[in-house]
Each structure stands twice: as C-alpha cells, then as structure tokens.
C-alpha cells in the first residue's frame, strides 16, 4: 500500500499547480482522501478532503474558493488544484487515506492510516 504526492513546485503568487496524489497496491475510490500541508515550524493541518462514501469535500477557510479537491477513479488519483496561489500557501502538501468510510471523521488527521511522502509547494511574492 503506498500514496504518492506529486506536482508540487515554485510558482509566483496568483499562480496555480495541481497536486496529484497516486495510489499503489490498494483502490482510493472507497477511500476517503485527505490533503494536509506543514509549513516550517507550524504544525500540519488539514487542508482539504474528499469523502469516500458520498463524495462530500471540506475546505479549511483559507483555501475556499481557491482549491478544488476531486477523484479520477479511472486513474486511482486524487488531485487538488489550487488556483491564486500565495505565499502563506508554502509547505511541503501530503496526501492521506482513510479506509473507514465513515464521512464524520474525515476532518479528523487522526482517521488517515495511509500517507504519502509530502510535495514541496513554495509560493512567492
């Protein structure tokens, strides 16, 4: 069971990625997936995620309206595009799953059993 995160990089504010994150030896579909980011010397938090069950998706308030979380189960990827980049958005991102399907706690880090390896993401201005 592995997930990787990709397509991280440098970008100007007001620029965009997309982060994809793969999954190998398991299916994400019926999986919830979270996206969590740490910037230096801040704790990791949860950025976003998308349920497993009934597709629902959560935002922290700071990225409403500028990242967008979805699924390509013919892909068995998950992506994030963030849109209007800026610079407090700079952190190494990780991508987790959650095989429990239970929806009420996908906003908790502590439901993910699976993470990836982080994508540096660095913003500037």
């Known amino acids: 069971v592995q997930l990787q995160a990709s397509g991280g990089g440098s970008v100007q504010a007001g620029g965009s990625l997309r982060l994809s994150c793969a999954a190998s030896?398991?299916?994400?579909?019926?999986?919830?997936i979270g996206w969590f980011r740490q910037a230096p010397g801040k704790a990791r938090e949860m950025v976003s995620c998308i349920s497993g069950s009934d597709g629902s998706t959560y935002y922290r308030d700071s990225v409403k309206g500028r990242f967008t979380v979805s699924r390509e189960n013919g892909k068995n990827t998950v992506y994030l595009q963030m849109n209007s980049l800026k610079p407090e958005d700079t952190a190494v991102y990780y991508c987790?799953?959650?095989?429990?399907?239970?929806?009420?706690?996908?906003?908790?880090?502590?439901?993910?059993?699976?993470w990836g390896q982080g994508t540096q993401v660095t913003v500037s201005s």
């Open positions: 030896g398991f299916t994400l579909d019926r999986n919830a």
């Open positions: 987790a799953a959650d095989p429990s399907m239970i929806t009420s706690q996908i906003q908790r880090e502590v439901a993910y059993d699976y």
